[in-house]
C-alpha cells in the first residue's frame, strides 16, 4: 500500500495532471452578459420631408453623422446605450432653411438586459415636430442657461415655460417674430448659408445668427431699412431669455475633466522629434488603451486650520479611487464613438470623470486639484509589463478651467515624455525643459510646466494642423453632483 | 631527488584526468550522424522538400536544392537504473549555398548579406529528445520516463506514432509497469503535453482560432493509458484509452488578464452579481477527443491468428472558443463540427499455410463510423487497414492527416473514416517465387444526401477525382483530383472495389536478379444525388508496373522499373443543377481521363556506415478534359541521400 501510494503521488506529481484536477475548484462561470442595447432618438420634422437632420452636442459639436428625414419628416438617431447625453439639441436643415429643437436629456441604458429604447422628442414640450415655435423655444433656453446643460426637469419645465411665453410675454413676442422673419427669409429649395449656426451653444456674448447671413440684409424688424447685423436680435433673444423664469443650476465644487490619448504613429513629441508610442507595449490583437492615475499629494488638503481650497479626506480618497488608484489596465479608454469619444477609430481614446473642483483660476496663490495620472496599453487586468508609456513617473494634470467651459480638456500623444511627464522629462533645454515637470508656481523659462488643459484651441507645437475633436460631453450636471456628493 | 619528484607529479598529474577520463565516458554513449539530401527537378523551384507547409509560407520548400544536418546523440547512464539523453540536431534547411547565412533577418527579402533568411537557413543546432528513465526500485512498476516520446506505446487508432520528422517533439510523463511474476498484466500510463499546432480544432490548442481571443495553451494535455493482459500465450487483450483535454481561460473570470469583466461591471458600469476578483482563474473546455479500442490477439492454433479490435470516440466542442471552420475556412477543418460519438470495429483473420503449400489466406472485416474522431490518433507512417487503397501509402482513421514535409518519392495517407467493407488476401510463397492478390469491397458509412457540407462536415474543398500523389498540389491549381482527407460531400452514394496483384521472383543468376510486379484496378462508383443520373460518377484505375534489381556487390543495389496509369473518369468534375426552387435538375459534369507513365532507376550503396541512396524518375503525364484544357507533364526529378552514422 505504502508503495502504491508512493507511485501514485510520483506518478502524478508535476506531471501534468495538475490542469484538469485545479480546473475542479473554479468558481462557477460567469454568464456572457450582452451588449448595451443602443438608445434611439426619434422625432418629426413635417414641413422638411428628407430635411438633413444633425444632432449636436453641448460643445456646438456633432456627436452623430447627420440623417435624413424620410417622407413624413421623421428622423432617428442611433446613439450608444452606455452614455448618458444631455445637452443635445436637433437641427434639421434643407435648402436655407433650419429649424432647430431641444432634446431631452438621455440617460444610459439601465440593464444590458434591455432591448433598444426609443425616446421622443416630444418628451421635452414643444419639441415633437420642429419648427420656428421650436427653434424659438430652444434658442430661448439655450440663452437662458448660458450653454450649461439642463437636468431632465429644468429643460422640461425651461421648454414649457418658454413655449407658453410664445404667447403671452411680450419680450418672447417680440424676439419670436424676429426669428420668423429670418425663416421667412429662408428658402427650402435654394442652396445657400444657414441663418443659424449649429455650433452655437448660447454661451454669453455669442450669437446664434450667421453673420453670413445677413450680410445681404434682412427685414427683421419689419423697419424701413434691411438689417445687416444681428445685434437687435441678439438683443431681443437676450432679453426673452431673461423674462423668463427657471433655475438653472450650477454644480458648484465639481467639474468634467476629459481626457484623450492619440495612440497612432507618424506623430512627433514634444520636442517635434517622431514620436514612438510603441517604445516600451507592442501592438497586439485585444489590447487597448486604458487610464489610470489618483489624486497626487500636492493637491491641497482640508486640516483644522485649512478648510476652503482643499480637498477633505473622503473626496481626495473617493476622486482617487475614481482615477484608477494606479491600478494598470483597469479604466478603460473609448475609442468606439461611446461615452465622449467623438470619432469611433480614429485613434484617439477618450475618458472622462467628474471630479471635485477648487475654483482657482481667479485666485491668486491658489492651487487646484492635482492629477497624477499615466496611460497603458494592455489587456484588461494586465501588468504594467508591455502596456504602460514608460517606467515609472506619470503626467501631471491641475484641474484649472481657464476657458470657463465648464470642463478640463487635456490631449496627449501616447508615450510621449516630453510634454507633462512629471520625472525624466525628456523636453529638450532649448525647449524649455529641465528634466522635471514643474507645477506652476515652481515654473521659470528654463524649466518649464505642463500641466493644464490644452485641449480646446491645441496648439501642434511642431506645426501640424492636427488638433483633437472636441470630446461629446457635457459639464457636469447638478444630477452627477448629487451623484458625486452620495458617493462621498 | 627533484628530478624523481617532477616525474612523480607529472606521472600523477597525467594520470588523474585519464582516470576520469576513462570513467567519464564508460557512463556515456554518443553517436552522431550527417545525413545529405540532394533534390532535383527539371523546375524553377528552389528548396529541399518537395512538399513544405501547406498553411504558413516556409522557407524550406521546394524541388532544387542540397542540404546537410548533423545530429549528436547523447545516452547518459547516471546510474544503474536512471538514464538520460538528448539529442542535438542541426536545423535543416540550409542550402550549400546559403554559406554565411548568420540567423539574422535585417532586411524584408533575400539578398546577398547573410542576414536576410534567418534561422531556418542558419543550421543551428537546436535541443531535441531530452527525457530521463529511471527504474525506481517500486514494486509493479518498470520505469518512469520523463521527458521526449514518440508515443509509439498507444496505437494509430488513439494517440498515433509521431512522424519521423517530429518523432520525438513530443514531450510527457509515463510509467510502464506489471503486476504477476510472468507478466499477465501489463500497464502503461503516459500524459503528454500538447502541441500547440494541429491537435485541436483549426489545427491548434487555441491559436489562431478566430473565437480564442488568448490562447492558454500551457495547459492542454493528453492522458493516455493502455493495459495488457495476457491470460495465456493464445491471446493478449489491450485496452487503449486516451483523453485529449484542450483548456482555455474563462474570459468572463474577472481575474484572466484580458477579462471581459476585470472590474466585475457590466458594459454600463453595473456590478455583476457573483462576480468578485479572488486571484484564481477559471477554465472552460474549449475540445475534447476520448478515443479507447480493446483489441484482442488471438492465436488459437498454430495456423489461425485472430485479431479483433473495438473503438469508441467521443468529441465534444464548445463553439464559443471554437470558430466554425467548416463555415469559415471553406471546409478545410480537421474535425465535424459538432459532437460527436462513434464507433470503429475491425476484425481480422490470418490462415498461414494451412494446406502446407505455401498459400495462406487473410481476411479483414473493417466498419468505421462515419464520425469517428481521432485528433491525436496516427497522422501517416501508420496503416490500419490491409488493402492497397486508392492511395496505396495507407490508410488512417483521422482527418488530421499529414501529407506534408515530405518529398515526392515518400508514401501518402488517405482518411478511412466511414469506410465500411471487407479485404480478402491471398499470399503465396514458393520461396523464390511470392505473390499476393487483394481483392476490397467498401462501402461508407458517410454515404448521406444533403450532406451539410457548409456548416459541420468539412469536404476539404475538392472532393472528386482519384488523387494524383505523383503531382500533387494543396491548393489543387494542378487539378490533382481529391484531397486525401476528404470523406464527406452533400450527396453521397458510393462503393469501391479494389483488386491488386503483387508478385516478385527471383531468377537464380549471379546475385539473383530480381523480378517484381504490381497490377492494380480500382472501381469507384458513386451515384452522389440520388434525385438524377447525371451526376453518377463512374471511375476505374489501372495501374501496372515492373521492375527489375539486381546486387551487383554486397553494397550495391540497383532497380530499373516502371509504372504505367490508365484512369478513366466519368462524370468526375462538375455542379448539381437546382432549378429556381432549389430543386435537383440534372447535373453538369465532365468526363476525365488521365494516363501517366512513369520509368525509374534506383540506387543503394551501403557502405560499413554510410548509406547513400538515389532515386530518378521521369514521369509523363497526359490529363484528357472534357471541357478544360488537357494538361500535360513532363517530369524528371531525382533524390539522392547521404547519411553516416557513428
Known sequence: MRYTTLFCMISCLGCGIEPALFSTTDNAPLPTLPSVQPNVLAGYVTTMPGAEVHLIGPSGQPVSDSVNADEQGGYTFELPGNTDFSGLRVVAQKGTQQYWGLAPVIPAQDSVLNGIRTVPMSLVPGMEDLSPTSTSIAFIVLQRAQGTPLAADTLLSASASAGEALSVRPEVIQFHGMLKKILAATDLEADGIQPFLTEWTGAPGTSVVNAEFLKDGVNYLDGATLSTTSTAFDEALEAAAVSLSFETCEAEDWIRVVFMVNLSEALQDGNCDPLNPYLWTKPADGKQVYFTGGIHVDTPRCSADVTTNCLDDATADMAHIALGAFEPNVLPMYDDGTHG???????????????PWIPMEDQEGVSGVRIGYKYTYGQAGGLWGDAEEWPGNSRLLEVADFDGDGMVFRYDYFGDEATNKDKKNLLSFSNGGCGTNKWPEEASDN????????GIGFVDLCGSAEAPPVPTVAPVTCGEAAQMMENE | MKTRILILALVVCVSIPATSSEAATENFDLTGSIYTKWLYRNNDSQGLLSYGNPFWPDDIAGDNGVGSEFELGIVGRASKHVEAGARLKSRFGGLWQDWWESGNIKYDEENTSGDSLGMNRSQYLKLRGVYVRVAPPIPSVDWIHVGASDLSMFNSWTIGKIRYIDRDNANGSFVQGHFGEDRTFEYQVGIIALPKLWVGPWWSTGVGDPNVVIPFMSNDYAYGTRFDYTPSDWGTFTLVSTLTYDLEIDSADPDAVGSLYPNCTDDLGNPIPGCAKDNRVGTFT?????????EAALEPTDILSVNLLGGYSMQRLDPNLTANGVEMNDGVFPIVFADTDSYAGRGRFELSDPFDAGISFRGEYFNIGQHW???FGARREADVLWTDGLISGGQLPTLNLANEFIDFDEAWYESCIGWHGGTLLTDFDAGSFTSSVEYTFITYNTNAQNRDTDTTYPDFLHADGFTDTDLYDYANT???????????????DRNTQIAALNAEYVFDVGRGITLDGKAKYALDQDDRSNLTTADDYN????????????????????RIGGVVDRWMEENRTGVLLRGADGEVTGGDYNDTFTDKE????TLRYNFEALRFGYYLEYLHKEQDREVLPDQTYHVIRSKATMGVSF
Not at chain 1, 469619444?341 to 471630479?355: N, Y
Request: hydrophobic share 30%.
Open chain 2, 539 to 558: 471511375g476505374q484505375l489501372i495501374q501496372g508496373g515492373v521492375g527489375i534489381s539486381y546486387p551487383f556487390t554486397d553494397e550495391l543495389d540497383i
Open chain 1, 447 to 454: 524649466c518649464h510646466s505642463d500641466v493644464w488643459e490644452n
Open chain 2, 373 to 375: 474522431s481521432s485528433i
Open chain 2, 286 to 294: 474549449r475540445f475534447i477527443n476520448s478515443v479507447s479500442t480493446l
Open chain 2, 478 to 492: 494542378t487539378d490533382r483530383g481529391r484531397d486525401p482527407r476528404s470523406v464527406y460531400r452533400e450527396n453521397q
Open chain 1, 341 to 355: 469619444d467623438p470619432v469611433a477609430g480614429d485613434g484617439i481614446w477618450t475618458r472622462s470623470f467628474v471630479m
Open chain 2, 598 to 601: 512513369k520509368a525509374t532507376f
